[in-house]
């Protein structure tokens, strides 16, 4: 069986988007095994940012951990996020995945591996959940 040529093989990134933090996983298409990636500030250099990422991980599609319309942190902060990627990257596809209870899973994960730092790694682990989720529905 020949192997398959790295061109064809697409990379995604996972967003658990937070007021303060922003959670990132990375994936690819042909593994479809989402790892913790890392946690960006939610500041003025985002997009900047992400946009370093994008162009680092050849990344195509972005998964954007979204809640239901009724939770407190409103969706349309996260419907402008995905908008502002879209204008400034129009070349990566914007997926939305449901959210729903993935810090608390993330949280409970991180204990389970005995790992003290909770809050500095339950952005991305979260992360990591919205974009396995999504990829195991694909």
């Known amino acids: 069986m020949p192997m398959q040529n790295s061109a064809e093989i697409s990379h995604i990134l996972g ?6 933090k922003i959670g990132l996983a990375k994936a690819d298409s042909e593994t479809k095994i ?5 946690t960006l ?11 370093d990422i994008f162009v680092k991980e050849a990344i195509e599609t972005i998964v954007i951990g979204k809640p239901k319309e009724s939770e407190k942190f409103s969706s349309l902060n996260i419907s402008k996020f995905a908008d502002e990627i879209g204008d400034f990257f129009p070349m990566v596809r914007v997926e939305f995945e449901d959210e729903a209870f993935t810090t608390k899973m993330a949280e409970d994960r991180i204990k389970e591996t005995g790992k003290k730092n909770i809050k500095d790694l339950d952005n991305q682990e979260a992360a990591r959940i919205i ?3 999504w990829l195991d529905r694909q």
């Open 41 to 51: 500030d939610n500041d003025r250099a985002l997009i900047d940012k992400l946009g």
């Open 15 to 20: 967003v658990d988007f937070g007021e303060a």
């Open 34 to 38: 989402a790892f913790a990636y890392g």
């Open 131 to 133: 974009l396995q989720s």
